[in-house]
Structure formats: structure tokens, C-alpha cells
């Protein structure tokens, strides 16, 4: 059974920091590209941030380039998002997404980042 599992969520100030993490199973993590998304309320679900199945590549949306890292740790099957500098527009329910070529994509639940004074 395929699972996405995030964490790391929660209530952080202006210019505070979160790490989120995305524990998988149920299928070769490896081999997949992963990806954190982010929906803020009355908008559409966007991409944050893309890590290659090897984890030397990555790509980042320019809302958050700079502010943001994403990593993977392949023997453990997580993948992470660092979120440095949070803005109040920062404040989103966070996914996991792990994708390959051919096959549909694997979701995780959300966490919810609330970026508040």
C-alpha cells in the first residue's frame, strides 16, 4: 500500500523557519521524482519545489527560490522541504507528491503551515 506521510507543520511567525518532512512506502522511492506542493485557501494547488529521483537536481518556484531547499534521503525514503524567511503568504496545507514517467502520481495528506504574528 502506497503512503505519503508528511509532518512538520505548524504555527510560526514572520521570518521563523519549519522543516517539513515526507516519510514513503509502498513503493521504490528511489526511483521517483519528488515534489512539495502547497494550497492556499480559494486558490489552485502550486508547485514549491521538484528533487530528481538521484537528488541532484532541483527546481524551485521563484516565489520561494532562495528561501526555500529541498532534499531526499533515499535510504530512509523521505523527502524534506526547509522553509526559511516565512511570509504570511507562505501559509498553505503542504503536499508531497512523488511522480514517474507512466505510472499516475502518489499523494500525500497535507500538513498545514500558518505563517502568523
Known amino acids: 500500500q502506497v503512503q505519503l506521510v508528511e509532518s512538520g507543520g505548524g504555527l510560526v511567525q514572520p521570518g521563523g523557519s519549519l522543516r517539513l518532512s515526507c516519510v514513503a512506502s509502498?513503493?521504490?522511492?528511489?526511483?521517483?521524482?519528488m515534489s512539495w506542493y502547497r494550497q492556499a485557501p480559494g486558490k489552485e494547488r502550486e508547485l514549491v519545489a521538484v528533487?530528481?529521483?538521484?537528488?541532484?537536481?532541483?527546481m524551485y518556484a521563484s516565489s520561494v527560490k532562495g528561501r526555500f531547499a529541498i532534499s531526499r534521503d533515499n535510504a530512509k525514503n523521505t523527502v524534506y522541504l526547509q522553509m526559511n524567511s516565512l511570509q504570511p503568504e507562505d501559509t498553505a496545507v503542504y503536499y508531497c507528491?512523488?511522480?514517474?514517467?507512466?505510472?499516475?502520481?502518489?499523494w500525500g495528506q497535507g500538513t498545514q503551515v500558518t505563517v502568523s504574528s
Open positions: 509502498g513503493f521504490t522511492f528511489s526511483s521517483y521524482v
Open positions: 528533487i530528481r529521483s538521484g537528488g541532484g537536481r532541483t
Open positions: 507528491n512523488a511522480d514517474i514517467i507512466g505510472q499516475r502520481p502518489y
